[in-house]
């Protein structure tokens, strides 16, 4: 009788063992290359860095998206497990939320319009004063623009929206990420790059201050990637 009540139990482990959890993942899919929509569906860098990571952990992503400032709420009321939307882990959203090792490296760009006379004289972040500039609601371009004085700061809900103003010479400068700029000034004539000497920003993956086994888990599951080179295959396909 014993044995059979160990082998049932050895076989109870066994099956909760093997069961996949889920993990309910919250982004904000417009930040190309890291997260946009195609078909419906959400890719780029960071949906295939934490499907890597959810595999590694033996978890199922379920994906949220949403507003990009609804994510930290959501974190914290626990609709959401996690965070991955190329979220810079600054020393404010460390106040609420816990943040994973930094996986990449970014800074902000100003994009101008150069068919603009007014967005000429735009060619440094000192030089966006007594200027109209678009930057995203809650995104840290909004937090360095809004900074500055004898401004006037235009907030968009997302990123494609600023550039529709900018290139209608609505604002005459739009303030985002690196990566996501360069792609706009690719696809759109007319537009120009200006680099910024705001300090550099390092995108990390958020997790619940309450949940501290998830954010080791996921640590340990990043350090996989990169020793056995699935993260710089990552790297070399969205950004070489
Ligand atoms: N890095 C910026 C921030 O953390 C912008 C992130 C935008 N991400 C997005 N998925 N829309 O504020």
Do not use: C
């Amino acid at each position: 009788m014993k044995k059979l009540v160990l082998l049932f139990m050895t076989f109870l482990s066994l099956v909760s063992f093997g069961k996949v959890e889920k993990l309910y993942v919250g982004t904000n899919a417009e930040f190309y290359p890291f997260e946009y929509l195609e078909d419906g569906k959400i890719v780029g860098f960071d949906a295939e860095l934490i499907e890597a990571i959810g595999k590694k952990l033996n978890k199922e992503i379920i994906w949220k998206n949403m507003a990009f400032d609804g994510l930290l709420p959501a974190l914290q009321s626990k609709k959401i497990d996690v965070i991955i939307a190329g979220m810079t882990a600054t020393p404010e959203r460390k106040k609420f939320v816990n943040f994973s090792d930094p996986y990449f490296v970014s800074n902000q760009m100003i994009i101008i319009n150069t068919t603009d006379e007014k967005s000429k004289d735009i060619t440094s972040y000192e030089s966006l004063p007594n200027h109209s500039v678009g930057v995203v609601l809650g995104y840290t371009g909004d937090v360095a623009v809004s900074k500055l004085e004898n401004i006037d700061v235009q907030r968009f809900n997302g990123a494609s929206e600023a550039i529709m103003s900018l290139i209608s010479k609505k604002v005459q400068a739009v303030v985002i990420d690196s990566e996501p700029a360069k792609n706009y000034v690719k696809n759109n004539k007319g537009l120009k790059l200006i680099s910024t000497d705001i300090a550099k920003e390092e995108y990390s993956i958020a997790v619940s201050k309450e949940n501290k086994k998830l954010a080791e888990d996921i640590n340990s599951a990043y350090k996989e990637l990169v020793n056995d080179g699935t993260f710089e295959k990552l790297i070399t396909k969205y950004f070489k």
